[in-house]
């Protein structure tokens, strides 16, 4: 990975994703378990390893040129057919994701803003048709705040809330995510 050229590079803590502690932190596990179901790893989904899952990592998700990632499978009709890459999870319970009183899998929005920030800056095509305008996202600029929901039988709302990104490169492209155990970079690497 050190020949590769570095089309962008942003970062966030997980530290500070919410002020409550007690929230962040399950932001914090949400964003995690959400990296680690991207990468293709088991999960125990009735219980999953959290001290594994804290655990500095480095992973990449490459595209091809011409192929598209989308965070989650509800895509809108223009995207039919096209999506060759997803984080491979629906954000619920069922999948060992937590909730905070009000809502199951918060924190995703975050790792899909962060993601959206680099995506754009790197140049390639990536949409996010629903914003992130109801709260804002700590450490990423407000106009790359990407809302995402998964709700079963609820595809035309959750289709909306999704993100987007095209390899338009005429080489293939990868997304690096490297925590550190305290802050997460991604970056868009050819």
């Known amino acids: 990975m050190d020949s590769s050229k570095v ?26 378990l959400t990296l680690a179901y991207t990468e293709g ?20 998700l490459s595209l091809k040129p011409g192929e598209t ?10 995207y039919e057919g096209k999506i060759t890459k997803t984080t491979n ?10 909730g905070d009183g009000y809502l199951v899998g918060d924190g995703v929005c975050h790792l899909a803003s962060l993601m959206y920030w680099v995506a754009k800056d790197a140049g390639l095509d990536a949409v996010a048709p629903t914003r992130h ?12 705040g990407t809302a995402i929901y998964f709700f079963g039988g609820k595809s035309q709302t959750n289709e909306l809330q999704n993100l987007y990104v095209r390899n338009n490169q ?19 690497v050819e």
Not at 7 to 32: M, P, T, W
Not at 89 to 98: L, N, R, V
Not at 178 to 186: A, F, P, R, S
């Open 170 to 188: 005429n080489k293939d492209i990868s997304f690096l995510f490297d925590y550190n155990g305290t802050d997460l970079k991604i970056s868009v």
């Open 133 to 144: 305008d109801f709260a804002p996202v700590p450490e990423v600029p407000r106009e790359f």
């Open 69 to 78: 990632f989308a965070f989650h499978n509800d895509v809108l009709p223009a």
């Open 41 to 60: 790893e088991k999960v125990n989904p009735e219980n999953p390893d959290w001290t594994k899952l804290e655990k500095p990592f480095l992973f990449k």
């Open 7 to 32: 089309l962008a590079a942003h970062e966030f803590s997980l530290e500070k994703r919410y002020s409550n502690s007690y929230v962040n932190d399950v932001f914090k596990d949400n964003i995690l």
């Open 89 to 98: 999870s629906d954000f619920s319970s069922d999948e060992g994701f937590k």
